[in-house]
């Protein structure tokens, strides 16, 4: 079994780390999806900043976005367990 200021330490460093870890998982879901739009569409995806896509589409692609970042940041804090203090 693991002392308690060892699983204090192992706590802190992932609470830490979260943030950098949620970034990298952010990163990763985006490109895959890209890739999954552009591969199902034959299009590029409609990035709000490139010129392709009706704002619609661009409207709808950052509601995804948004919506899939919030479920990563999600999952990455119940995997660490922030809601145990």
């Not at 204090?8 to 952010?26: E, F, K, N, S, W």
């Not at 709000?48 to 948004?66: D, F, H, P, Q, Y």
């Not at 970042?69 to 999600?74: F, K, P, R, T």
């Amino acid at each position: 079994m693991s002392s308690q200021p060892a699983l204090h330490d192992a706590r802190t460093t992932a609470r830490t780390l979260a943030p950098l870890i949620t970034m990298g998982a952010a990163f990763g879901a985006r490109k895959v999806m890209v890739k999954g739009y552009e591969s199902r569409t034959g299009r590029p995806a409609p990035l709000v900043r490139s010129a392709n896509g009706t704002i619609v589409e661009k409207i709808l692609w950052a509601a995804t976005m948004a919506a899939v970042l919030a479920l990563i940041e999600a999952i990455v804090w119940k995997v660490i367990g922030e809601d145990e203090d």
